[in-house]
């Protein structure tokens, strides 16, 4: 766990402990830690096997304290291990072609609880979902489910040690098991080496149960599965396999001098109760700060104007603004993930006034195709909505150039900061929340000298056959949909489907709504908004709030889709889909910065500004057939109705 040696690293801890108890000053207390690395659990023989409970109970944020009431994920593997509960879960490691075989047990504190504006489950109700992974969403049979997310575990925690904990309706059109749900997942094996994750997923409080803990990273193959340095020794077919064993030996040592982490980042929300202990606040609120302004972060955290006893906390790895540190001749890989509920980061890497460059590896766990000479490069910033996941590669070569005179010899001193909206109309707070901006995390480059020069990445250039072949256009359905309809024919060349997205506020109701029109079209979306949206002109423009019941989409297996996504709001939204990887062909506005974007260039989520849309093409397998959502994965606009339900029908196969 880190990099600090056990006792320095146990001098921040007992420091952290001491603050949150009084004993100490906080200038003492917030001496940075070592960025941590995440522990792992591999699968075995091809199984990756356990028990994943979900538990409330109280975890350290070194640099902070103790805090009660966080609701997080600790994995037993196989049928002896202990499942630990951690703000910074294990990483999941497993291969394509592996099966994740695994129980689901809710131990969550007996609470009948809806948040505030949903209709769904309840806090003591959850289930989880394998974030971004092109797999089934099998509905449960004999107790068994795929990766379905509309199925509900009721927790197993007895109240006082009398009876189970009962909410006094369960939800209509969601199948609930009793304490624990069983999964078996099937990973293809051809399936995308990456980074994925895994979360709760019970609708109508999904925002507030990740905002308390309940997500974890999940890695499929191996990072050097899909980039080199030089040459890649590990597979003959390659383009660029290793020639001889003086290449392999190179290449080796060149990655002994390429360190990755893991960027793990996740906010949550603090009070101190009366009796001074820290508790997570009783409802997540993205205005927890400022409803109106921009609040600094101080020490990886804000707190309202005047509010000493409350704290909004964005941590890295588990850790308050942590330190990186990249040693002499070392670059870095960073495998980032927004694994928090609603929360954005607009991120910028910078030493001093300058930017820091990168080169794009992969996005949202598919690799990003390049060659060294037509690399895909960022300057310095990204952009992260909820549940978005890049790697990208630090070279040392390229930072000294950026940083011109600056790189001589000596450290360089550099961070990565969270910074203000770029909105289309130029003004920074009208089309999102404010949320926190300041360091999250310190860098440092030791010995940077000018004489050091590039060492670009080559990232797998091979075509992802599962995602970007070109379908059989005879595609036939082998069934109806589970309501009984037909699916949808097969889109015609040059014609998409319209999708909308749209939120506000009638009367004294908030609205999060969404528009599915299956009927192929060849004009681009012109939703004309009234200045004052009626409930009537929301339905007859077809904007839906969520119903389990209600299948919005059912398309056959095997075809590609072309949809135009339509954000009618005046806020972002982040469009995702599940069971699937969507190319993005065309933007009508900007999407701000850190978006590679082109035919390599997969996602399973895509930031639209308002008024904005986006043309996507994607192509679902009979692998995928099921029922499963899309949704804005600002989980707050997901859990009060921005979702819908799709339906993908196997095609018949000679």
């Keep these: 766990m880190g990099t600090a040696p056990v006792r320095q690293r146990n001098i921040i801890l007992g420091a952290a402990m001491a603050w949150a108890i009084g004993l100490i000053s906080p200038a003492v207390a917030a001496e940075r830690p070592a960025l941590a690395d995440l522990p792992s659990i591999a699968s075995e023989q ?16 070194p640099g902070f304290g103790r805090i009660e009431g966080l609701q997080l994920y600790g994995f037993a593997p196989g049928t002896t291990g202990t499942a630990t509960p951690s703000l910074a879960p294990a990483v999941w490691a497993v291969k394509p072609g592996d099966i994740l075989d695994f129980t689901l047990r809710d131990e969550l504190a007996c609470n009948n609880q809806r948040p505030e504006g949903t209709g769904g489950a309840v806090m003591s109700q959850t289930n989880v979902h394998t974030h971004g992974l092109i797999v089934s969403p099998a509905a449960p049979q004999n107790g068994v489910a795929g990766d379905y997310v509309l199925v509900l575990a009721n927790t197993d925690h007895k109240p006082a040690g009398t009876t189970p904990c009962q909410p006094a309706q369960q939800h209509r059109g969601m199948e609930t098991f009793e304490g624990s749900i069983k999964y078996h997942i099937p990973i293809p094996k051809d399936h995308p080496a990456g980074l994925y994750w895994y979360h709760a997923h019970a609708h109508g409080v999904s925002q507030q149960q990740i905002a308390r803990g309940l997500s974890g990273l999940i890695t499929i193959g191996d990072l050097w599965d899909y980039t080199a340095l030089t040459c890649d020794p590990d597979d003959q077919a390659s383009p ?27 906010d949550i929300q603090v009070e101190k109760h009366k009796d001074g202990t820290w508790h997570t606040v009783k409802w997540y609120d993205a205005g927890f700060c400022s409803n109106n302004s921009y609040s600094e972060l101080k020490d990886g955290a804000c707190s309202p104007a005047g509010n000493n006893r409350q704290k ?25 993930a927004n694994i928090s509920a609603s929360m954005s980061y607009n991120l910028e890497f910078r030493a001093g006034g300058k930017l820091i460059p990168f080169q794009y590896i992969a996005n949202d766990g598919v690799h990003a195709g390049q060659d060294q000479e037509k690399r895909i490069l960022g300057q310095g910033r990204i952009l992260l909505m909820p549940s978005a996941r890049v790697e990208i590669y630090i070279d040392r070569g390229d930072v000294c150039q950026a940083l011109g005179a600056d790189c001589n010899g000596g450290d360089i001193n550099a961070g990565l900061d969270v910074v203000k909206w770029a909105c289309p109309d130029g003004d920074p707070l009208s089309c999102a929340d404010p949320w926190p901006i300041g360091r999250i995390m310190d ?41 009984g309809r037909a699916p949808e024919p097969p889109l015609p060349s040059g014609t998409h489907r319209v999708i909308g997205l749209w939120n506000g ?44 019941n209600r299948t919005n989409l059912c398309v056959t297996a095997g075809g590609v889709e072309t949809w135009v996504v339509f954000n009618a709001a005046d806020e972002y939204h982040n469009f995702h889909v599940h069971q699937s990887k969507f190319s993005v062909l065309e933007i009508n506005a900007g999407v701000g910065p850190g978006r590679a974007i082109g035919s390599t260039v997969l996602h399973d989520n895509f930031p639209i500004p308002p008024k904005g849309w986006i043309k996507i093409q994607v192509r679902f397998s ?33």
């Excluded at 091809?46 to 944020?61: D, H, K, Q, W």
């Excluded at 909004?312 to 070392?330: E, F, I, M, R, Y």
């Excluded at 004294?508 to 002109?537: C, G, N, R, Y």
């Design 46 to 61: 091809g199984v990756f096997s356990g028990t994943l409970t979900a538990e409330e109970t109280g975890a350290v944020v």
């Design 240 to 266: 660029i396999h290793c020639k001889d064993q003086a290449a392999v030996n190179h290449e080796k040592e060149l990655r002994t001098l390429t360190d990755a982490h893991f960027i793990m980042l996740k």
């Design 312 to 336: 909004w906390l964005v941590t890295v790895n588990g850790q308050l603004q942590p330190k990186l540190t990249s040693a002499d001749n070392h670059s870095q890989i960073l495998r980032m």
């Design 443 to 483: 860098i440092t480059f030791e010995k940077l000298d000018s004489g050091e020069k590039p060492r670009p990445l080559d990232v797998d250039t091979s075509p992802l056959s599962n995602q970007l072949a070109v379908p059989d256009h005879n595609v036939v359905a082998a069934g109806l949909c589970s309501d």
């Design 505 to 548: 506020t009638i009367g004294k109701d908030e609205l999060f709504t969404m528009m599915t029109d299956p009927t192929p079209s060849t004009a681009m979306p012109d939703i004309k908004v009234p200045a004052k949206v009626s409930k009537a002109w929301l339905k007859q423009m077809g904007f839906l709030p969520f119903d389990h």
């Design 622 to 654: 009979n692998e995928v057939a099921g029922r499963f959502v899309y949704h804005c994965h600002i989980l707050e606009h997901e859990d009060k109705g921005m979702m819908s339900i799709m339906e993908v029908v196997a095609q018949k196969t000679p």
